[in-house]
């Protein structure tokens, strides 16, 4: 590829090649190390199946967004844009969520459900409305009260009775069109669909068209780079990395990454975090933001510090430095970042799709999926952003692509080195339902660094990649 390191600048075998053995003590220390982790990350892949999944927020939030535009386009248009009755699978689903047992569905959800069969005229509606009544604190009772009797509102009168609810756009497009007084529109009052069908119509097309379109792009540039490496098979650069053993990057990995970064830190990290932020008397999703910025600063603290010192010990370092950064030409290592990560997303995306169909939604998302998409906060969403666009790309490339990689390949060869810094990628981010998407994207994320040479690229397709995902929950949030 364009902007890869020429075989000039690959320095001779490292040193580890002509390294004595490792003392017994290191070995046995890699050794146990090693046994925790696996230990760990077997109990946490199997407790990922019991924590809560985003997908049913996800799916909910897409049906919203797509029966709130159903009420501002022309009919013609409605079949292809959002469906023939978005509202009335709105409802379904709501149903399906809402009549699961474990967990049981909020008040929030059940009072959503109610409004969509009371639009419909189904009867289920006063009986859900009577349950909400009882289940409600006082102040969320006097908008469950209006809506058993019928009582029509003025536009404020109805703004206040919905407030203590904290709705989402669909509630209060409901609520609105159920409540409010027939001379709202003379008032100024609007409901939200009627006043912002431009803006609902641009995130509709974020979140169907621009990833669909996306899909397109990368299905082409997959089966043209698939024809070109079976036609062509164009040589990769030599894999240049850090001269360390087996058992520096287990100690690495296991050690400093597994039981000090995801275990000890966060217990030595949590608390006086939490009492720092709490004598700043921030906002709390502000303050939930800084603590996942801080946390992850924690989590990266002791894995870097050890590669520090390996480092420092690996003797002068070949052009480029030990991890073989080579950001120049930016524009270069942006390109291939963007083409990898589309020829990615295709497979990822199938992955998912059969998962779906075989499993059903595994549960065990990353949970700060849900934070972006409930917050409203812009400084918590800041933070949020840049723990998955700049600090979850560079610590998790450095370690992965940068160290584990090319050492595994300096042994093993490119393709299998690609293929287990996936798969340690892929478990060391504890969901059993996500292990083949993201063992795909880690796959991808290797792929790239190997063949083109450089740390840079995989660190920006990393980036773009999540970057990509937090767009779409901005576009679903309210």
Known sequence: MNGSPTPAQTPPDPPAAVRGPEPGWKVLLALLCL???????????????E???????????????????????????????????????LRDELQRQ?????????????LELALLERAGDDPAAARRLAELQGMVDLPRRPL??????????????????????????MLRQLGCEQLLLPSGDADGTRCPAQAQPGRLLLKLLGVNGLPLLLLLVGTGLLLREA????????????????????????????GGFVLLGEVLMPQLVQLPLQRGLAALALGDSLAQGLQVVGLYGGLMLAPLAILAALLAGAGPPPPGGW????????????????ATMLMVLPLV????????RIWGDPGGSNPLLELVLTSADPGALICFGLTATVLAPL???????????????????????VLISASVFAVAHLSLGELVPLFLLGCGLGWLRWRSGRLAAPVLMHALWNGLTFLNLLFLAD
């Open 323 to 338: 991890l073989q950064w080579h950001w120049r030409p930016v524009a270069t290592a942006l390109g291939q970042a963007l």
């Open 227 to 254: 024809w070109r490496q079976w036609r062509i098979r164009p040589p990769a650069p030599p894999l240049v990395g850090p001269p360390f053993s087996p058992v520096e990057v287990t100690l690495l990995l296991a």
């Open 35 to 49: 046994l925790l982790s696996l230990t760990l990350w077997r109990s946490e892949l199997v407790a990922s199946l």
């Open 349 to 356: 995306a199938l992955a998912g799709w059969l998962i779906q």
């Open 51 to 89: 924590r809560p999944s985003v997908g049913d927020a996800l799916s909910l939030r897409q049906l919203e967004l797509a029966a709130l535009v159903g009420e501002v386009i022309p009919p013609g248009w409605r079949p292809a844009l959002v469906g023939a009755q978005p509202r009335i699978a």
């Open 395 to 417: 610590f998790e490339e450095t370690l992965f692509r940068g160290v584990l990689l090319p050492v595994v390949g300096r042994r093993l060869g490119g393709t299998w080195a």
């Open 98 to 110: 809402v009549e699961a047992d474990d967990p049981p569905a909020p008040a929030l959800r059940r």
């Open 144 to 169: 469950v009260q209006a809506l058993i009797t019928g009582n029509r509102l003025e536009g404020p009168s109805l703004q206040a009775l919905l407030a203590p609810w904290q709705p989402p756009l």
